[in-house]
């Protein structure tokens, strides 16, 4: 998937003679709105990153949005077999007191912007996770779709709209209009985006044509979940 650049978004909806005086300030909140609503994969990126642990506790990436997964930093010691140790998420009631309880499995916990490890107290963690793409000014940056790009500026046209009409500066017929619009608008982005490609399928299709449960990939990453099973007959 490309991206482009939020500013094409405010060039065409101020092309509307209603919305030539929204500030772009207010087009960025709504996008950012806009894009986790509707929470497609497409409008998030995936990355890593290495995050140094200190009592406890790291400092997650301001470009944060949500955790795929969390393993130690890969190195020869923490090798297990080709691949670093994983971390769960805990279901430790106590998981934030000072008092660890000793025990064996990695397990993490997310609040605010930190991430809180246990039994690591000090060391190196490295993280999957999605982030929303920004470009080089900060700027969020869209998915160059059409169906998306569409679907952003009538959400951004009825946010605008529903306080202009608030205001009793529109009809309640252009205002359902702009509803009903947007409607449409985001059901085709949303069946558009969540799409999969040949290549996709064919990894969805060997995760279900399985005869024998993979139920080690969450430890190696999930690296083998896409391929195909062989069964050795004798």
Excluded at 60 to 76: G, K, N, S, T
Excluded at 92 to 116: A, E, R, W
Aim: glycine content about 4%; proline content about 6%; charged content about 25%.
């Amino acid at each position: 998937m490309n991206y482009t650049n939020i500013k094409l978004i405010m060039d065409k909806i101020t092309r509307h003679p209603l919305m030539q005086d929204i500030p772009f300030e207010t087009v960025i909140d709504y996008a950012v709105d806009f894009i986790r609503l509707v929470g497609t994969p497409p409008s998030f990126v995936d990355k890593t990153a290495i995050i140094d642990i200190h009592n406890y506790r790291g400092e997650l990436p301001c470009d944060f949005y949500e955790m795929i997964q969390v393993r130690l930093a890969y190195d020869e010691k923490h090798r297990v077999e080709n691949h670093a140790p994983t971390f769960r998420y805990t279901t430790d009631s106590f998981h934030m007191s000072p008092n660890k309880p000793h025990v064996s499995d990695l397990t993490y916990k997310l609040q605010g912007n930190c991430i809180f490890t246990a039994p690591l107290e000090e060391g190196q963690i490295e993280i999957a996770y999605k982030a929303m793409p920004i470009d080089d000014e900060g700027y969020p940056m869209i998915p160059d779709n059409s169906a998306f790009s569409r679907a952003l500026e009538m959400y951004i046209k009825k946010q605008w709209f529903t306080i202009q009409y608030d205001m009793g500066k529109i009809s309640q017929a252009v205002m359902a209009k702009t509803d009903q619009d947007y409607a449409w608008a985001v059901g085709q982005a949303q069946t558009d985006l969540i799409r999969p490609t040949i290549d996709q399928m064919e990894s969805i299709s060997n995760m279900w044509n399985t005869l024998v449960p993979r139920a080690q990939e969450h430890r190696k990453g999930f690296v083998h979940e896409g391929s195909r099973e062989h069964i050795k007959i004798h």
